[in-house]
Nanobody, 124 residues
């Protein structure tokens, strides 16, 4: 059974940086797709970034392009999200997700396994 555990969230000021970590336990395809999603208070969960394989291909939502970097280290069973130049609108609960075989992208439909989330709060 795959488990995903996020960490690294916290409170920062506008312009600051955080690195989120998702520790993967259990068997997971090292060439499969994984992603970070976020859910702001009172809003829908949205895909932020996804990575296929060991960083072979990446996807980003427009709002984070140039600021966030998703990466994966299969030797450490870990997925990362480096978040730079943070803005108040980045405030949300951030979730790590693993896709079912055969698909990759920013749609929730691709993903079958989810972590419990880590909170990111950006103050102005």
């Amino acid at each position: 059974q795959v488990q995903l555990v996020e960490s690294g969230g916290g409170s920062v000021q506008t312009g600051g940086s955080l690195r989120l970590t998702c520790l993967i336990s259990g068997y997971i395809d090292s060439n499969g797709c994984m992603a970070w999603f976020r859910q702001p208070p009172g809003k829908e969960r949205e895909g932020v970034a996804a990575v296929y394989g060991n960083s072979l291909k990446t996807y980003y939502v427009d709002q984070v392009k140039g600021r966030f970097i998703i990466s994966r280290d299969n030797t450490k069973n870990t997925l990362y999200l480096q978040m730079n130049t943070l803005k108040p609108e980045d405030t949300a609960m951030y979730y790590c997700a693993a896709a079912s075989p055969g698909g990759c992208g920013l749609s929730r439909n691709f993903y079958s396994t989810w972590g419990q989330g880590t909170q990111v709060t950006v103050s102005s």
